[in-house]
Structures are given as structure tokens and as C-alpha cells.
């Protein structure tokens, strides 16, 4: 890494603005704006936190957040950031069993409001996707408590990473202007209904005292298609619940992991994901 680079993300890493979630979700060609309440929560640091003007009504298939990162991994807010309601006329996104979400960390596209068009600083640690079932006809009034949450994907390194220095994927796929974006299949076989997504970052270089961060951010979909897959009890997790501090892929929180000698804890391809095994809905 040259000193420019080095300069770069450190002065981002320490820096208030360098926080987000998914802007804009891309289902099937159609681009959903992500919900505006978040910019409410922009002061002091990005503006003087007044939220008159906020359009908080605005329907959007993603209930509300925080920018900011989620510290306390016992915490309500583990569940979808700060309390997860949805927005009024609260909309679902319909998708089918096996196409493809990409979400975007970068708000180059997110048109509802006015806001800065931030993008995605952090770059190590793993992005992780967890889906629940609403029981009703809609995720209307469903706040995704107790053990229902089973997670469809996981990405940690790149092929080409010596060692948790990475690079991982989330620098490649979330961080900066040209961001890919973070695309994530639904389970094929995954029976229809409507569902919570939840993705999570996990932001690794973070101080060791603070513990790592959280940037949650769920969104209401109505699943189609011909599958009658669910997973089984052995998948299933809460949140907050299944994690801890003490968790191998947590524990190794710390800005030393892109700082300074490499520590052995971190000289190693294999990151120990938290939560349960990946759900493989697939037909
Ligand atoms: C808050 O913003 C609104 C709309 O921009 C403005 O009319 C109002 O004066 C502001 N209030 C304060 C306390 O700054
Ligand atoms: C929904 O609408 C009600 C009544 O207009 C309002 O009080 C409430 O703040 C709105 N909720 C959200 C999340 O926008
Ligand atoms: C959730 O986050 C918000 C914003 O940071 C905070 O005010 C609130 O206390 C948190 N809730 C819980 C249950 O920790
Ligand atoms: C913005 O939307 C356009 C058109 O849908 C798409 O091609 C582009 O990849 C999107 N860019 C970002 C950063 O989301
Ligand atoms: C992003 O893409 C644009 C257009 O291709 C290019 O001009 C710009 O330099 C790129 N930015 C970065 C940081 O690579
Ligand atoms: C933390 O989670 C790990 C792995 O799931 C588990 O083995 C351990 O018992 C948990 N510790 C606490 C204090 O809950
Ligand atoms: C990392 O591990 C490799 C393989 O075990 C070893 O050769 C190398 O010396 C280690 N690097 C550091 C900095 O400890
Ligand atoms: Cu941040």
C-alpha cells in the first residue's frame, strides 16, 4: 500500500462521514430508492440534524436506519438498525425465487432527497445476507424478532488475499465510486411469500475497545415462483441473539488488521463467518 493510500483510509477510517448503508437496491432492472429517513440522523457532523423537510412518508420497500455503525451486538437495533419500521404505505418489491438483488452502498443513485453522495469507505470484513418469513400477506407490522432469520449468502476475502489483509469483497464491491455493487441470488427453491432481506457489514478495522461495527439495513420483498423449500430449525438465528463478542470472526476486531506488523491472528485465509451455515435453497 503506498503512503497516499495509507493517508487515505486512515483519514476516512477515523472520520464521521465514513459511515452508510444500501442506498438503492437493482431488482430485475428496476431500481428502488432506499428509505430517506436515515438523513435525519445526518447532524452534526453532516448537517445540523434537523429532520423538518425529511420526506419520512415516502414509501420505500426498505424500512428505516441509521447511518451510523451499530456497536452493541445485544442491542434492539442488531435486528434491522434503529427500529426497523417500515415507511407508511409501506411497499414490497417482488422478486422471483433464483433472480438476483444488487445493493448499492454508494449513493450516485438514491434521487429521493437531497443528499450528499456519499460512498462506501470501509474495506475489511465480510458482508453476510439473512432472510426471514413474515407471517401475514405482508412484513406490515413484522419487526423480524426471535428465530427466524437464515442466512443465503456470505463473502468474505478474495482469491487473491495472502492473508485478512485482504483484499476482501467488500472493498470491491461496495467501496467507492465504481463500486460493483453487492449482488445476492435468492434461494431457487425458496418458497414463495413475502420476506425480510438483511444485509449486513461488518467493518473489522475498528478499534479493539469499540469492538467491530454492524451496518445493518432490512427491505420488504414478495417472493414468486414455483419452490416449496424452507429451511430447517438448524438454520435459524436471532438477532440480536446468535452473535457474541467472543465469536472467532468478531473477536478479531482491531486496527491492526490493516496496520503495523501482521499479527498471527491475522496471518491466515480462513475467516470463521459468525452466524449460522449458509442455507442452500437451491434447485
Ligand atoms: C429546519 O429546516 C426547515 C426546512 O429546511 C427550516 O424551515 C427550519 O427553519 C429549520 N429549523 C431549524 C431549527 O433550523
Ligand atoms: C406515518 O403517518 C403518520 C400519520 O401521518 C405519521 O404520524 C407517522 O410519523 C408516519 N410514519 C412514518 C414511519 O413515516
Ligand atoms: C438504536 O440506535 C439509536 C441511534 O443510534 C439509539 O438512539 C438507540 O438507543 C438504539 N436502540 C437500542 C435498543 O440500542
Ligand atoms: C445507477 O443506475 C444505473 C441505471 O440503472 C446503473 O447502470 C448503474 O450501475 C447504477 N449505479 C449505481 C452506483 O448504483
Ligand atoms: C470511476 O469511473 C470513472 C468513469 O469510468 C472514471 O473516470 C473514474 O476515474 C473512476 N474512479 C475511480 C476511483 O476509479
Ligand atoms: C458465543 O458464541 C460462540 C459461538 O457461537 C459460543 O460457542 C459461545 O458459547 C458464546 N458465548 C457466549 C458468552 O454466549
Ligand atoms: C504467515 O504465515 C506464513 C505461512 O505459515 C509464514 O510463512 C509467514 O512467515 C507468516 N508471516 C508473518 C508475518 O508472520
Ligand atoms: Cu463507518
Given amino acids: 500500500?503506498?503512503?497516499?493510500?495509507?493517508?487515505?483510509?486512515?483519514?476516512?477510517?477515523?472520520?464521521?462521514?465514513?459511515?452508510?448503508?444500501?442506498y438503492t437496491y437493482s431488482i430485475s432492472g428496476t431500481l428502488y430508492q432506499g428509505n430517506p429517513w436515515h438523513i435525519w440522523d445526518y447532524g452534526p457532523f453532516y448537517g445540523d440534524g434537523n429532520s423538518s423537510g425529511i420526506p419520512a412518508g415516502i414509501p420505500s420497500i426498505q424500512r428505516r436506519w441509521y447511518f451510523w455503525p451499530i456497536y452493541d451486538i445485544y442491542s434492539g437495533n442488531m435486528t434491522c438498525n434503529f427500529d426497523g419500521a417500515e415507511t407508511n404505505n409501506?411497499?414490497?418489491?417482488?422478486?422471483?425465487?433464483?433472480?438476483?438483488?444488487?445493493?448499492?452502498?454508494?449513493?450516485?443513485?438514491?434521487?429521493?432527497?437531497?443528499?450528499?453522495?456519499?460512498?462506501?469507505?470501509?474495506?475489511?470484513?465480510?458482508?453476510?445476507?439473512?432472510?426471514?418469513?413474515?407471517?401475514?400477506?405482508?412484513?406490515?407490522?413484522?419487526?423480524?424478532?426471535?428465530?427466524?432469520?437464515?442466512?443465503?449468502?456470505?463473502?468474505?476475502?478474495?482469491?487473491?488475499?495472502?492473508?485478512?489483509?485482504?483484499p476482501w469483497l467488500q472493498a470491491s464491491m461496495l467501496t467507492g465510486e465504481n463500486a460493483t455493487g453487492w449482488?445476492?441470488?435468492?434461494?431457487?427453491?425458496?418458497?414463495?411469500?413475502?420476506?425480510?432481506?438483511?444485509?449486513?457489514v461488518i467493518n473489522l478495522q475498528s478499534s479493539k475497545d469499540y469492538g467491530p461495527q454492524f451496518y445493518i439495513e432490512c427491505a420488504q420483498l414478495k417472493v414468486e415462483g414455483k419452490g416449496s423449500m424452507f429451511p430447517g430449525a438448524e438454520y435459524m438465528a436471532s438477532f440480536p441473539g446468535v452473535y457474541n463478542y467472543s465469536d472467532p470472526g468478531l473477536a478479531l476486531a482491531g486496527l491492526e488488521i490493516s496496520d503495523g506488523d501482521l499479527l498471527p491472528v491475522y496471518n491466515t485465509t480462513i475467516y470463521p463467518f459468525p452466524g449460522p451455515p449458509v442455507w442452500d435453497g437451491e434447485i
Fill in 1 to 22: 500500500m503506498n503512503f497516499f493510500d495509507l493517508v487515505f483510509i486512515l483519514s476516512w477510517a477515523a472520520s464521521a462521514i465514513a459511515h452508510g448503508g444500501v
Fill in 90 to 166: 409501506s411497499l414490497h418489491a417482488s422478486v422471483m425465487a433464483g433472480s438476483t438483488i444488487v445493493a448499492q452502498y454508494n449513493a450516485l443513485n438514491f434521487t429521493l432527497t437531497t443528499v450528499d453522495k456519499t460512498i462506501w469507505y470501509h474495506q475489511y470484513g465480510p458482508l453476510l445476507v439473512y432472510m426471514a418469513h413474515c407471517p401475514g400477506s405482508s412484513c406490515e407490522g413484522f419487526h423480524g424478532t426471535g428465530a427466524v432469520w437464515f442466512k443465503i449468502a456470505q463473502y468474505g476475502l478474495t482469491s487473491e488475499a495472502p492473508n485478512l489483509r485482504g
Fill in 183 to 200: 449482488p445476492v441470488s435468492i434461494p431457487s427453491g425458496l418458497r414463495p411469500g413475502s420476506y425480510l432481506i438483511r444485509h449486513e
